[in-house]
C-alpha cells in the first residue's frame, strides 16, 4: 500500500494561481501512475488529472485542460499540479490517487472566491 499526503489548498480569487502537492510514501517503486480528483459539495469526486510514471504522459479533464497542468517527481514520489485561471467552479477538496493502489489522502481545500 502506499499513504498519501497532499498540500497547498487555500483561499484564492477567481482568476488566482494555486499548486498543490502530493507526496506518497510506502510501496512507491509499484506506483504507476499519480493523479488528482476533486469533490465540491454534494457531488461525487471527478477526474482532474493523471500523469504516468515511465512515459510522463498526462492526461486532463475537459474542464481543465489548459488551466491546469500536471507534473511529477518520481525519484522524490511527488506529484503536483499547478492550478491557473482558477474559477469558483474550481472550489472542491482536491485528492490525490496513486495508480495500481486504491488508497487517497486527506485532501486539501482550494477555495476560489468570486
Known amino acids: 500500500q502506499v499513504q498519501l499526503v497532499e498540500s497547498g489548498g487555500q483561499l484564492v480569487q477567481t482568476g488566482g494561481s494555486l499548486r498543490l502537492s502530493c507526496t506518497a510514501s510506502?510501496?512507491?517503486?509499484?506506483?504507476?501512475?499519480m493523479g488528482w480528483f476533486r469533490q465540491a459539495p454534494g457531488k461525487e469526486r471527478e477526474f482532474v488529472a493523471a500523469?504516468?510514471?515511465?512515459?510522463?504522459?498526462?492526461y486532463y479533464a475537459d474542464s481543465v485542460k489548459g488551466r491546469f497542468t500536471i507534473s511529477g517527481d518520481n525519484a522524490k514520489n511527488t506529484v503536483f499540479i499547478q492550478m491557473t485561471s482558477l474559477k469558483p467552479e474550481d472550489t472542491a477538496v482536491y485528492y490525490c490517487?496513486?495508480?495500481?493502489?486504491?488508497?487517497w489522502g486527506q485532501g486539501t481545500q482550494v477555495t476560489v472566491s468570486s
Open positions: 490517487n496513486a495508480q495500481p493502489f486504491g488508497s
Open positions: 510506502g510501496s512507491t517503486s509499484r506506483i504507476a501512475s
Open positions: 500523469i504516468t510514471w515511465r512515459t510522463g504522459f498526462t
